[in-house]
């Protein structure tokens, strides 16, 4: 992690459904993510934070959501994620 960069957009490119969110049992957004970017919200578990601003955009999260609750972009315009060593 400590090897790459982002160039954050403005505008969120994941999005997350959370009426899904809230009746998933499952939650493997919470374990798949490399970069630990799902959380419950402290203050009410049912509901997912998305901190989409640390996206590596390995898309694990968008396979891996058993019920497609995850709407799921690059960033625009040549945002997001750079990887200084391929
Ligand atoms: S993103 Fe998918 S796996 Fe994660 S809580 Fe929502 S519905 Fe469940
Ligand atoms: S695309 Fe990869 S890094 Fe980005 S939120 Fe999904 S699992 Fe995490």
Same mark, same amino acid.
């Given at each position: 992690m400590?090897?790459?960069k982002?160039?954050?957009a403005?505008?969120?490119h994941l999005k997350l459904d959370q009426q899904k969110c809230r009746a998933c049992e499952e939650r493997?957004?919470?374990q798949v993510c490399p970069a630990g970017n799902y959380e419950?919200?402290?203050a009410d578990p049912r509901e997912i934070v998305l901190s989409w601003e640390g996206c590596l955009e390995c898309g694990t999260c968008r396979l891996a959501c058993p019920h497609g609750a995850?709407?799921?972009? =690059?960033?625009? !315009?040549?945002?997001?994620?750079? =990887?200084?060593? !391929?």
């Open positions: 400590g090897t790459v982002f160039n954050t403005a505008e969120a493997v957004c919470l419950e919200n402290e995850i709407e799921w972009n =690059y960033p625009v !315009g040549g945002k997001g994620v750079c =990887y200084r060593y !391929g």
